[in-house]
């Protein structure tokens, strides 16, 4: 394969994780560490790197869209980023300290117990309409969203503040040592504990995640693990997916963007347990 | 508890570290009730102008790090022509592996731009797209304040802190 090759075969990809990445909240990092460390069998080192600036590309161009369709909670994430941020810049020092094998098995269970979660809460469709949660009081971070495919407004409240900032703080950590975005940990966080919609959920992810990833950049950036041949046709294709993949959100029913997220985690978190487990 | 705290200067329904107080949780949520329409309306709008300037921010630094980043790769490719071959010889495994050289420090960056070396201008496009989430929190944090909403104000300009600080303490 020569570097032409590599090049366009890695921007269609990225084009395909931009989409998927910004229709579940998952930042295209879920997708473009496996591609590159087990298609291209580049170092996991250098993947994790070209994997935050996937998410941070996601991120950027898909909220960009969600924030001007109102699809993402604004103040939700701009509160639950305290967390993220704060457990990012401790996970970004803890990384060279832990081995490749460790990261894949704790990146695998992490994923594993996410799509667990997301199932059961499968069936779950109307949003709160009262909340006595203080925090999420105070701060308003209630909201109300277009549904283009119910064809409705459809208004929610926000409950379990506390929780949602404990799990965003260790998605915040694991963005730091595995460069997955953590949308992982912040879609189930925000669906689950919260009771935001899914579809909230995914769009605030995805608004949130380029923060968690950015606060971490600066150390890859430093030590190199960002590496422009890799990072150019990953950023152009995922930047091009993502403003595609804005577009899909709305018109597909919360269900499907719930089951999309389970299969795409269950898919994941096989492969990184097997990579970890096996010799 | 709560009768002491209404001679402090903190104002009725705040304690004596002028935290919310439940009494003044209260107060705040009757008051939010009565008022609940106007006041929504008011909040509807305020959040509209804050949701319209962080859209723009994020596509403005996505376009252009989009652009940046294409022209950088079109000039590694112009300037290696080794990298076209369509049959073989040069393995896109001697580009990505750990022992091939890109510039990760702002002097070698810096050098490598001025060159109009294809690696370095990618790099900065990188690097843009990297601060776009960084400026699109600083946008956060004046939106806020210019919309009179102190408690936003102070969680987003604590993201923006946190964020700057991880950059100096990478050392960058």
Known sequence: MTPLDFVLSLTLISVAAGVLGSLIGLGGGVVIVPVLTLLYHVNIRLAIGASIVSVIATSSGAAAAYVRERMTNLRAGMFLEIATTTGAVSGAYLTTLLPTRFLFVFFGIVLAYSSFVTFQRRHVAEPLEVSSDRLANYFNLHGSYYDPFEEREIPYKVVGTKLGLALMYVAGLVSALLGIGSGALKVPAMDGAMHLPMKVSSATSNFMIGVTAAASAGVYFIRGQIDPIIAAPVAVGVLVGATVGARVLGRISSKSVRLVFVVVLVIISVEMLQKGLLP | ?172
């Open chain 2, 1 to 172: 508890m709560t009768s002491a705290s209404h001679s402090k200067s903190d104002g009725p329904g705040f304690d004596a570290k002028g935290d919310l107080t439940e009494d003044g949780m209260h107060q705040f949520a009757r008051h939010h009730r009565q008022l609940s329409r106007e006041e929504g309306v008011l909040m509807e709008e305020k959040i509209r102008k804050v949701e319209l300037a962080i859209s723009l921010v994020l596509r403005i630094g996505v376009v252009v790090s989009v652009v940046v980043i294409a022209f950088g790769l079109g000039l590694m490719f112009f300037h290696h022509s080794a990298y076209f071959s369509i049959r073989g010889g040069f393995s896109y495994r001697e580009l990505t592996s750990q022992a091939s050289p890109f510039p990760h420090s702002f002097a070698s960056l810096g050098n490598s731009i001025t060159r109009l070396d294809g690696q370095g201008i990618v790099v900065l496009g990188v690097l843009i797209l990297i601060l776009t989430p960084v400026l699109r929190v600083a946008v956060g944090v004046l939106s806020f304040i210019y919309e009179k909403d102190p408690p936003m104000a102070l969680v987003t300009l604590y993201v923006l802190v946190v964020l700057i600080g991880s950059f100096f303490l990478a050392g960058v």
